[in-house]
Each structure stands twice: as structure tokens, then as C-alpha cells.
């Protein structure tokens, strides 16, 4: 049973970069034919897909965030890893890891979650 983990530091300030790492046990992020997403939820809304990476490495962004997000992995920790730049409040969420068979998927799987807040 595959299981995710996120990490991160749970308070960044403004304009700083987050750095989220999600760890995955039970599957391996380069088995066919999955997709590895970060995706968040804002206090008050919604799931909201950010950046998925493929079983062979291939990237996608959601449109808003394509300038700021960078997805990538590290296949010998069994990790991938959301970077996030120029934060503001607005980037305040639950952000979760995430299995799917199709980019932008939301899952389940989930990991639990990691809640980030943007403030000074």
C-alpha cells in the first residue's frame, strides 16, 4: 500500500521560497504510469492541483504558478520535492502530496497534509 509523507518548514515569510519534500514508501515514484502531485488547500476552499511529475520525470504546472513552482525528484530517496517562490500570504494552505494515473489528479492517495503559513 503505497503511503506519502510531506515535510516542510510550516512558516515562511514573504517573498522567501518554500521547499515542501514528499516521501513516498510502498511504490516506487518511477513505476508506470503514475503522476506525483503537490496540490494545497487554502483555508476556506477547495483542493487546488499545483505541479505534478510523471513516472518518467515530465512536469506539469498549473498555469498561475508555472512562473514561481518547480517540481522535481530524487529517485534514490524515492522523493520529490515543490519549490515555491516570491510567497505571499495568498500561498497560505494544507498543502498534500499526491498519487494519480492522470496529470492534475488530486488522488487518493494523499499524504496527510503539512499546513504552510505565510506571514512576517
Known amino acids: 500500500q503505497v503511503q506519502l509523507q510531506e515535510s516542510g518548514p510550516g512558516l515562511v515569510k514573504p517573498s522567501q521560497t518554500l521547499s515542501l519534500t514528499c516521501t513516498v514508501s510502498?511504490?516506487?515514484?518511477?513505476?508506470?504510469?503514475?503522476?506525483w502531485s503537490w496540490i494545497r488547500q487554502p483555508p476556506g476552499k477547495g483542493l487546488e492541483f499545483l505541479a505534478a511529475?510523471?513516472?518518467?520525470?515530465?512536469?506539469y504546472y498549473t498555469p498561475s504558478l508555472k512562473r514561481r513552482a518547480s517540481i522535481s525528484r530524487d529517485t534514490s530517496k524515492n522523493q520529490f520535492t515543490l519549490e515555491l517562490k516570491s510567497v505571499t500570504p495568498e500561498d497560505t494552505a494544507v498543502y498534500y502530496c499526491?498519487?494519480?494515473?492522470?496529470?492534475?489528479?488530486?488522488?487518493?492517495?494523499r499524504g496527510q497534509g503539512t499546513q504552510v503559513t505565510v506571514s512576517s
Open positions: 499526491a498519487r494519480d494515473p492522470q496529470a492534475g489528479g488530486l488522488g487518493p492517495p
Open positions: 511529475i510523471s513516472y518518467t520525470g515530465a512536469t
Open positions: 510502498g511504490a516506487s515514484i518511477t513505476d508506470g504510469i503514475y503522476y
